[in-house]
């Protein structure tokens, strides 16, 4: 089962996605055939997590031109940027999303100086946008092989949202770690924190884990600190939406909560995450912008209820990220090897010159 998939169709093409909102219990595939249905669904959630929300946006460019009936090149590229506009007014916070952006806008316009046009424009466009795609799995698998190496036999390891299979194209970076784990024969075990408001812990990752057969127990995100009092976790792996050039690296909201707790309690706390989040251009955690939500996924307790968990009307706050200060990260994960601090520098260094 594939996350997202490009698919040629007569009049152009479709980017199909799995419906997360659906997840667990339904497996429902929805087919983004124009902007709005795509941008609704990165909005929504319907598809989330940086590198996915990357690889969808880059897939809906390629999607909005298959299907475009602009007269000349110029109109074709003025439609194509509006396109990018609408896509990056999504969701604020994963520089994925920006970094896919501006490389399909890249490639559309050295199409364009070339004097590529009509459909061989269109073609490349599907192909740069499946090679994102295809290239995100091939990070994750690589991030995968690093991570497994830090992860001892027989571990307890605590994660939080979802940085899986569906975060990313497949396999996931957190998560990819924890697959190429277990892939390993290493007896691991996952404590999953359910991740409020919405969920993501308790219905995309602890479902990821059972399909695998990954050893799992789903647990509130406010039981992590009394577990690690117990000598229950032996290490935390997260995902990141985005890094900044000091290694700071803000993740779902929790994230956070979770760094201190381990760094408190000794239990050293992971990051993994592909060099497409990691921000170059941002000093530090800070400068990384918050998305803010409906308050209605608080109250609401993410769809499963229809009644109010709190006193219609009252103020509620929900900043969807946090950043984690990079001096609580013994290392971060990449698909070219595991940095340690100094993050500047050794970030600076592995980042591959693309
Ligand atoms: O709001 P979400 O579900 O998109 O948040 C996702 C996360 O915080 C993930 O941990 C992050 O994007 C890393 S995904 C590999």
């Not at 032996?234 to 990141?240: E, I, R």
């Not at 993994?272 to 251009?281: E, R």
Request: proline content about 5%; hydrophobic content about 45%; overall charge negative.
């Amino acid at each position: 089962m594939k996350t997202l998939e490009w698919i040629d169709t007569p009049d152009g093409g479709l980017v199909r996605l799995i419906d997360q909102t659906r997840l667990p219990n339904e497996t429902v595939l929805l087919d983004c055939t124009d902007l709005a249905t795509l941008a609704e669904a990165i909005r929504m959630l319907r598809i989330r997590g940086a590198p996915a929300i990357g690889c969808a946006a880059a897939q809906g460019i390629a999607m909005v031109a298959s299907r475009s009936k602009a007269e000349d090149g110029a109109a074709l590229l003025a439609e194509l940027g509006r396109a990018r506009d609408v896509l990056a007014a999504t969701r604020p916070t994963a520089v994925n999303l920006f970094w896919a952006l501006d490389r399909m806008m890249a490639k559309a316009e050295e199409l364009a100086k070339s004097g590529v046009a009509g459909k061989e424009f269109v073609r490349a466009l599907i192909d740069e946008a499946v090679a994102i795609t295809e290239d995100d799995l091939d990070r994750c698998r690589r991030i995968g092989k690093h991570g497994a190496e830090l992860i001892p036999g027989g571990a307890n390891i605590l994660t939080h949202c979802n940085a899986g299979a569906l975060a990313t194209a497949g396999y996931g970076t957190a998560l990819g770690v924890i697959r190429a784990a277990h892939e390993a024969g290493k007896r691991i075990h996952v404590w999953v924190d359910e991740t409020r408001p919405l969920l993501q812990g308790a219905r995309l990752t602890a479902w990821e884990l059972q399909q695998e057969g990954i050893p799992c127990t789903l647990i509130t995100d406010n039981m992590a600190g009394y577990l690690m009092q117990q000598g229950r976790v032996d290490c935390a792996v997260v995902g990141a939406d985005r890094i900044a050039a000091n290694g700071d690296a803000a993740n779902k909201i929790g994230t956070y909560s979770v760094a201190v707790l381990a760094h408190h309690h000794g239990v050293p706390f992971y990051v993994a995450a592909p060099f497409s989040t990691v921000d170059f251009g941002l000093a530090c955690g800070q400068d990384i912008p918050i998305e803010e939500r409906n308050p209605d996924e608080v109250a609401l307790l993410a769809h499963l209820a229809t009644q109010p968990a709190c006193p219609v009307g009252v103020r509620i706050y929900n900043p969807a990220f946090d950043p984690t200060p990079s001096d609580l990260v013994a290392a971060i994960i990449t698909e070219v090897g595991v940095i340690r601090p100094p993050y500047r520098q050794a970030l600076d260094a592995a980042a591959p010159r693309e």
